[in-house]
């Protein structure tokens, strides 16, 4: 059985290996070409190719967390028909590989690419995405989301606060940033605008150049306002640099942790945490469709391709694959729109490919 598994498990990884090499070479070429014109527009501002070549390489971690149940199935599917054309998959059946071994193979290699793409996706893709984003915005422009940038709310025990950050720029510090506080009756106490802040380590906000209005709400203090401006503002809260990036970039860019703390802060302050439960649900069942893809790929080695090539075959992986990428997309947002239960809406795709996965086996493997 050692010989057969360093035959398969060498096969696999040399089919899955050229399959990703192809993928991310394509992305990076496109990632590449939109760079470009990135380079001609700013590079007054010091963005040379270098730099955009660099952004680009931050990029294909991303890239591969993305790719991987789709290249797991596509050189599986490669491998286990290519040793059925061969009829060398004929030899390995006499030799005692039973369909049940050759699917515990499969499922112990499926394992240890869910335990990578879990890594890549976080780990590895959230630090290099966010370090592309900044070193991007160094010579180019702050992070920014639409013209109100990014809202956050943070309760305390008098009343609540509003917290608008306008842009993230490239050394972590905040800009444009505005903190307006309500009573526990709903009315404005007061305002702070400050034109940059930096998060300490105990995650209170260092203001700097702060204008701060203070509204009198108390009875019969109608119409009494307070303004000040102090050089620097010291602000105590519950916001972590996590939250500040989650709100003004990606969920998927967040590890399970963060985005888990950033999940229960936002309900914590009353605030709908829809899209990044799914994102978390997403991140927890990802990873395990690695194994729904071997599974898939094992029918394969049990058809009859004198008939036919293999051509059509691994054509069908590969459209399987891409459907499966796009069905995961589709269901998360379809989950956000009809407020469907999180972790079904990110659980679904797999589910149905498993089922698929699971009938092929049992008619093609076991009945036939």
Known sequence: MKTLRKLLY????????????????????????????AVGQYAGAGYSLVRALLYVLLLIPGHLYELMPIAVLIGTIYVMARLAQSSEYTILRTSGLDPWRALKMLLT?????VMLTFALGDYASPAADRAAQLLKARYTQDISVGQTGAWLKEKHPQGSYAVNVGQLAADGNLRKVRIFEFDNRGFLASMTQANSASIQDDDSWLLFEANRTEFATQPGAAGQIERATQPSLRWPNSISA????????????MNTVDLFQYIQHLHANAQTAQRYE????????????????????LPFAYLHFRSGGITSYVFGGVMAGISFFLLNNVFGYMGNLRNWEPWLAAALPGLIYSMLSLTAFSWLVLRR
Not at 278 to 297: D, G, N
């Open 10 to 37: 060498g096969e696999v990884l040399r089919a899955i290996g050229f399959v990703v090499l192809g993928f991310l070479s394509l992305f990076f070429f496109f990632d590449f070409v939109d760079e470009v014109k």
């Open 109 to 113: 290699l499926g394992l240890a690419f």
């Open 242 to 253: 996590e939250m500040v990036s989650a709100a003004l970039l990606k969920p998927e860019r």
């Open 278 to 297: 799914i994102e978390f649900w997403r991140k927890v069942f990802y990873p395990l469709s690695c194994l729904v893809m071997v599974v898939l790929a």
